[in-house]
């Protein structure tokens, strides 16, 4: 399995503001992803991350508002910019490991106020 | 347009009952289903997957079972436990390992 740490585990921002999250693996991967869950809700794909190449995002979510690097194998940040109170939700990153099992952070808990 | 749909979105079982949460999906492009079971302030984690060319899998208390005609599957929980209570929520994709396309959850509660 992957073991898979994100930081910060939670955060309180203020509208206006940017808030860079990070997730770290244990192992290389190739395929990094990104969701967001809003609380009780379930989980929408924002992005992919492959090394060496750009995040491919999905629909209703943009480079500007959401800028992801993913500077090696084991590491990857995902930005929300300019936050909004609509922000405010669980942002989770996930990984392909052995078997092409998706394995999922706990996540960063994030209110905008 | 939501993929994959999940119903019910809560449940509540006495301990040792049946627990079955239904997905339906759209897109027949879709190849791999799996389940994800998450606790609360964690992140989901794999329960049981199936691909469409098998109508049924078994692991231990959980069983998917898979209707390719009808674009359906279904998790069902044997002798369920308080120990099972948790947010359900079945899954899609293009293949394993590829973007997942989520149902959206079902809440179980195992009453002892």
């Known amino acids: 399995s992957a073991v898979i740490s994100q930081k910060p585990s939670r955060d309180i921002c203020q509208r206006g503001t940017s808030l860079t999250i990070q997730c770290q693996v244990d192992s290389q991967v190739t395929m990094m992803f990104w969701y967001r869950q809003q609380p009780g809700q379930s989980l929408t794909l924002i992005a992919t991350a492959n090394q060496g190449s750009e995040a491919t995002y999905e629909s209703g979510f943009v480079i500007d508002k959401f800028p992801i690097s993913r500077p090696n194998l084991t590491f990857s940040t995902l930005t929300v910019s300019n936050m909004s109170p609509e922000d405010s939700s669980i942002y989770l990153c996930s990984v392909r490991g052995q078997k092409n099992i998706q394995y999922f952070g706990a996540g960063t808990r994030l209110s905008v106020l | 347009q939501q993929q994959v749909k999940q119903s019910p979105q809560s449940l509540i079982v006495q301990k040792g009952g049946i627990s079955i949460i239904n997905c339906a999906y759209e897109?027949?492009?879709?190849?791999?289903f799996p389940w994800y079971q998450q606790f609360p302030g964690k992140g989901p984690a794999l329960l049981i997957a199936i691909r469409p060319d098998v109508s049924e899998k078994k692991e231990g208390r959980f069983t998917i079972s898979f209707n390719k005609s009808a674009k359906q599957f279904s998790l069902h929980i044997m002798d369920s436990q308080p120990g099972d209570s948790a947010t359900y929520f079945c899954?899609?994709?293009?293949?394993?390992?590829?973007?997942?396309?989520f149902g959206g959850g079902t809440r179980v509660l195992v009453k002892p």
């Open positions: 899954a899609a994709s293009k293949a394993a390992g590829n973007k997942l396309t």
């Open positions: 897109n027949t492009a879709f190849d791999y």
